[in-house]
Each structure stands twice: as structure tokens, then as C-alpha cells.
């Protein structure tokens, strides 16, 4: 018999915990075909168009896989051979988004900062009113890498003067932090169903204008990543083109009604909130400093530096141990590790952690922290 698995707490970026209701929703089976299934799925996209304001002009059409998936069939689908992508990068997120464009061969501007500096306005505005050949902007919302919130608002009236098309990946932040898409003039959103909407993993989905969509035939240079002809298949007979992944859907489902019940996302970012200023106060206590200035962070996860005294790998085996689960850095200038608090976690988990990490601390004989 196979050793059983250890229930643990994720602080990580996602996937995340999810709720036992969740978790019990998944154990069903459903036809691909099956009318419940397309009830839940034509259901399910209509509900991710009301989280984001996008009821009227827009429609949510899904990809099997993780968020990258997602990013690569929207690059692939809404691109043409005349397009021209300016590519905001502060982050590993960002030049993820620069690899896809580079991979199929699409035209773009790569447009890159410090991963511990916001976007300057200033700067993304000489390049658009100097490159007039630009017909698209891309930005990842929430660089998950170190946890900056870079500023949509801002870069959504860039592009709504330059009358750019914006595609915002909001991988790490949607159902998180209010997104109105309608009102931001953002032409494609792409989200996962494992961050902060609290689902398990399995598909990600875009919200397209339909005008920007109806005009996209025949841009994806793939057969499985054609946002374009899965929209035609739904139009059709509201079915996935390919096998969907039916329990990640189901999964999702209920866990946007148990968003609904938790009272939406202003709650659900209260929430995360508190979850964050719990985990900031700890470990500052504890001497640990952050990456980035506080007026720069998100809700959603931090990133700290390792201090010379503290080996990560010892840290991070023994919380997994003790069953917390947190991330290693990934920024390139600097040793760092990352805490999320996201998923179905409350500010007792965080405080349970916090004390994990001291006892950890202790046990190495770590007076003080010093970075």
C-alpha cells in the first residue's frame, strides 16, 4: 500500500487550498456531452463575465491547462501578422509573456523594469506616442514573483488615449482584487480557475471583446490553442472542442458560490488582507525584511529576502514537515522566498505558520535574522 499523503497548508502562489466543498464537488462523473455538464460550463462562463463587469460586449471562453496555456491561445488567437505587442515587463510573469510572443512568432516591443520598481507612466507613454505602429499593450496585473500590484488603471487610460487593445494578464489577481473590465476598456482579461477564485486546477479562460474575437479567424497558427474556433464550437453546440476538464469545472462552480456567500470579492480581498497584514507584522517581528517597499505590494503574496544566516531549503523541509507549504524566490538579482495569502486560508492559518517558522528558527539556535 501506497504511503498516505499529508494534508498540508499552501502559501503559495497557486495552486491553493481549496474548501471541502469544493473538494467533494469534484467527486462526480460527467459526460463531456452531458446536458448537466453543458448547463454547469454555459453557466460557469456567464458568472466569470459578471465577476469581471464584462456582462454586454464581451464573452469567457475557456482552454484546457494552466494559465500559460491560457496566455499562449490568446497571443496565438487575437495577433495577426499586422499587429505589433508592447510588452510591459517588471517580472519572471512578464518576460513569460515576451517568451510566448517570441515562441510564435508574433511582433512585440519587449518593454522591461526593475522587478522592484512600479511601471512609470511616463516612460509607457513616450514608447506608445513614438511607436505608432503599436496595436496592442500587455501587462501582467499582480507579478507574482515578488508580489508588486503594477497599475492597471493607469495603463487602461494609456490605452484608451493611444487607443491601444489591452490584454491583462490577471493570473494571480482576478477574483481577488476588483477588476471592471467594461469600464478599464481592457479588450482581453486571462485568469486561471486555481488562484484566488479558489478552484483546483485544470483550465484557465480569457474574457475577449467580441469585436476583437469576431475578427481573429485564422490568426492561430495551432490546431488546440484557437480561442477563435472555440468560440465557433460553443456558438455551435455549446461544447468544449477538445475532452474539457470536466471536475475542474464542476469544482469551480461551487467555489464562485461559495465566493457569492462570502459576499464577493470586496469580502474576499478583506479577507485576503488581513491575511497579509497578519503575515507582514510576524514576520517583521521575527527580523525578516521585505523585497519591495510596502506601498508596492498586493494582497496576494510577499516576497522576503533570505537572510545570510537562514538556508532556505532548511526552512522550507521542515514547514513541510510540520504541513506548510510555502514558495521559493524566483527573483533574478536577489535570494528571496514567497508567502501567499490566497486560497481557503484565514488569518489563524497565517499565525500558525508564523509560528512554525519560529519554532523553526529556534531549533536552528537563529537569535537574530540578518539580511
Known amino acids: 500500500m501506497s504511503k498516505k499523503i499529508k494534508k498540508k497548508l499552501l502559501f503559495t502562489p497557486g495552486p491553493l ?11 462526480i462523473d460527467l ?21 469581471g463587469n464584462a456582462s454586454k460586449g464581451y464573452v469567457c471562453l475557456p482552454i484546457q491547462g494552466s494559465g500559460t ?16 505587442i508592447l510588452i510591459l515587463s517588471n517580472g519572471v510573469y512578464g518576460n513569460r509573456i515576451i517568451n510566448i510572443c517570441k515562441k510564435i512568432g508574433k511582433k512585440f516591443i519587449p518593454l522591461k523594469f ?10 509607457i507613454k513616450k514608447i506608445l506616442y513614438k511607436n505608432k505602429s503599436i496595436s496592442h ?22 490605452c484608451k488615449k493611444f487607443k491601444k487593445k489591452l490584454i491583462v494578464d490577471a493570473m494571480s489577481s482576478f477574483g481577488g482584487i476588483s477588476i471592471n473590465i467594461k469600464k478599464n476598456n481592457i479588450d482581453t482579461l486571462v485568469s486561471s480557475a486555481n ?13 475577449i471583446k467580441k469585436n476583437s474575437l469576431s475578427k481573429s479567424k485564422n490568426n492561430a497558427n495551432t490546431l488546440s490553442l484557437d480561442l477563435y474556433e472555440q468560440w465557433k464550437g460553443f456558438q455551435k453546440n455549446n461544447q468544449w472542442r477538445f475532452t474539457p476538464p470536466i471536475q475542474a469545472i464542476v469544482a469551480l462552480s461551487s467555489s464562485l458560490n461559495q465566493l ?3 459576499g464577493g470579492i470586496i469580502n474576499r480581498n478583506k479577507r485576503y488582507k488581513k491575511n497579509y497584514f497578519a503575515l507582514l507584522s510576524g514576520m517583521k517581528k521575527m527580523g525578516f525584511n521585505c523585497y519591495l517597499n510596502e506601498n508596492l505590494h498586493s494582497p496576494i503574496i510577499v516576497s522576503f529576502n533570505i537572510p545570510k544566516n537562514l538556508d532556505f531549503n532548511f526552512l522550507y523541509t521542515n514547514l513541510s514537515k510540520r504541513g506548510f507549504v510555502i514558495y521559493p524566490g ?13 486560497g481557503n486560508i484565514h488569518s489563524k492559518h497565517i499565525k500558525m505558520l508564523l509560528s512554525a517558522i519560529k519554532k523553526i528558527i529556534l531549533k536552528k539556535r537563529i537569535k537574530y535574522l540578518s539580511n
Open 69 to 84: 496555456f491560457g496566455l499562449e491561445a490568446t497571443f496565438s488567437t487575437l495577433l495577426n501578422y499586422k499587429s505589433k
Open 31 to 51: 459526460g463531456s456531452r452531458d446536458d448537466d455538464f453543458i448547463r454547469i460550463n454555459k453557466r460557469l462562463m456567464s458568472q466569470l463575465l459578471k465577476l
Open 137 to 158: 499593450v500587455a501587462l501582467v496585473h499582480c507579478e507574482t514573483s515578488s508580489g508588486i500590484l503594477n497599475p492597471l488603471n493607469e495603463i487602461s487610460l494609456l
Open 195 to 207: 488562484k484566488c477564485l479558489e478552484g483546483i486546477p485544470g483550465f484557465s479562460f480569457s474574457i
Open 17 to 27: 487550498n481549496t474548501s471541502d466543498i469544493t473538494k467533494k464537488n469534484t467527486l
Open 260 to 262: 457569492k456567500n462570502e
Open 114 to 123: 526593475n522587478e522592484n520598481s512600479s511601471m512609470p507612466i511616463d516612460k
Open 330 to 342: 524566483s527573483i533574478t538579482s536577489q535570494k528571496t522566498f514567497r508567502i501567499g495569502c490566497i
